[in-house]
């Protein structure tokens, strides 16, 4: 019987664009979301008021005795081992599909208590950073991996979420992290990085990148280290060719300024500053509410499956989506969008995926909704919720096409430090054979 617990992730294939003038309108809508680019994430220092939205109404169905228990479920999960008595969430790593060159990025950040405020801030660049690599040409994987950082004496030095397609698993282990301890200046920042060419389980074939986010500088005596090569591998323990570095300095801290400059450099990488003191603005357009009315639409047809803790995993990811700001909820709505992303533990995204074969799920480990049901009764169930999920997809890409177009004709709304990103990728990338816009 095959593991009710996989990961799904999900694999955009390229597609050439049609001539048809039927089509005319998608190819309008993927020029959008290239010229958008990195707009559509400004900053988020002093986010907008949240707008909350409650958990959707759940799929009805009327119950029928299953006449023959099914098997026990198979206990194997594949999920990231964390450090023991490190409060920080778990991140399903799927399966890695060789055949489809991606884009992999990790960012190694900063959690020390000197990032105070600058974390919340850092997070929503990094995530405006995934923003603008949902953007990229020709449609590919995209996989991110995590490292966060400390130093010696703290809950941990380095600690490591790998390489996962599953967004909205890393959006949660990002946005779980606090800023504690750090009671000097300099922080362990070769042991950080030495994590990030160890632990993220890269792939040959990817296209690598590491952004280092933080600020205060590593070690003096470790610096010369930070400068050399990192014995980077990909999942099997391989050798890998060196992955280039960029630096991302929070504050305004000069030594650290000129180590993570001297960092980049070493590592084909660039530099970019964050500013000390953001300037506090938001985006809002006039397909906010929309996007979010549908995102909502989509998230009532999500149909957690597995043992009680993966259920749990995804309801909390849920509630804190509904809880962050209209921006946000749309910034998180356009790269799933983008990307193809989904929860992990979703039984209609894993059906439809062949990850999961739905008349082998043991009773215990399917939804509350579908318990108890006769096979042919929950087929039923989820093509019903498969009908409602792609209709509100199709909306939801238009809308936000139409939200990167309004965005981009108003280049105002983009801050310095966006611009710069999305030349930086466009630059690095494009090496890759990746380009942004049509």
């Not at 939205?53 to 029928?64: D, K, S, T």
């Not at 923003?131 to 590919?140: E, K, M």
């Not at 970019?272 to 985006?283: F, G, L, R």
């Amino acid at each position: 019987m095959k593991s009710p617990h996989p990961t799904p992730n999900p694999v955009p294939t390229v597609e050439a664009l049609p001539e048809s003038d039927t089509r005319a309108l998608s190819v309008l809508a993927l020029c959008a979301l290239g010229l958008a680019g990195a707009a559509c994430w400004a900053s988020l220092s002093d986010r907008a008021a949240p707008v909350v939205v409650g958990p959707p109404p759940r799929l009805a169905v009327v119950a029928e005795p299953e006449p023959e228990p099914l098997p026990e479920p198979d206990p194997a999960q594949t999920l990231v081992t964390v450090e023991p008595g490190v409060e920080e969430p778990q991140v399903d790593v799927g399966p890695q599909t060789a055949a489809s060159p991606r884009i992999e990025v990790a960012f190694v950040l900063d959690t020390t208590g000197s990032m105070g405020s600058l974390l919340e801030t850092a997070k929503q660049k990094i995530w405006g950073i995934v923003n603008v690599l949902a953007t990229a040409r020709p449609q590919t994987q995209i996989a991110l991996g995590l490292v966060a950082y400390r130093d010696a004496g703290e809950a941990y030095v380095a600690q490591s979420y790998p390489l996962t397609e599953d967004l909205d698993s890393f959006y949660a282990a990002l946005m779980a992290l606090q800023p504690v301890g750090g009671g000097d200046a300099p922080e362990a920042v070769l042991e950080a990085l030495a994590a990030a060419a160890k632990d993220m389980q890269w792939t040959a074939r990817g296209a690598r990148t590491v952004f280092l986010v933080g600020d205060a500088p590593p070690h003096p005596e470790t610096l010369q280290a930070c400068l050399g090569a990192q014995a980077w591998v990909d999942g099997q323990g391989q050798a890998l060719e060196p992955t280039r570095i960029n630096t991302i300095l929070c504050g305004a801290d000069r030594s650290a300024g000129a180590a993570f400059q001297s960092i980049a450099g070493a590592h084909t990488g660039e530099f970019v500053a964050i500013e000390p003191n953001p300037a506090a603005h938001t985006i809002q357009t006039p397909y906010d509410a929309e996007i979010v009315r549908l995102q909502a639409e989509i998230e009532a047809t999500v149909l957690a499956y597995g043992s009680a803790e993966d259920k749990a995993r995804v309801s909390s990811q849920q509630g804190m989506n509904y809880a962050n700001s209209a921006e946000v909820q749309c910034q998180r709505a356009s790269a799933l969008t983008k990307t193809g992303g989904f929860y992990s533990n979703d039984l209609l995204w894993a059906v439809e995926n062949s990850t999961v074969v739905l008349d082998e799920l043991d009773d215990a480990c399917l939804p509350d909704e579908l318990r108890g049901l006769k096979p042919s009764a929950r087929r039923e169930a989820l093509e019903a919720l498969r009908a409602k999920r792609e209709a509100a997809k199709r909306a939801l890409l238009e809308v936000v096409a139409q939200r990167d177009g309004w965005i981009a004709q108003q280049p105002e709304l983009q801050s310095d430090f966006e611009r710069e990103i999305q030349a930086i990728l466009a630059s690095q990338l494009a090496e890759h054979g990746f380009y942004f816009g049509c």
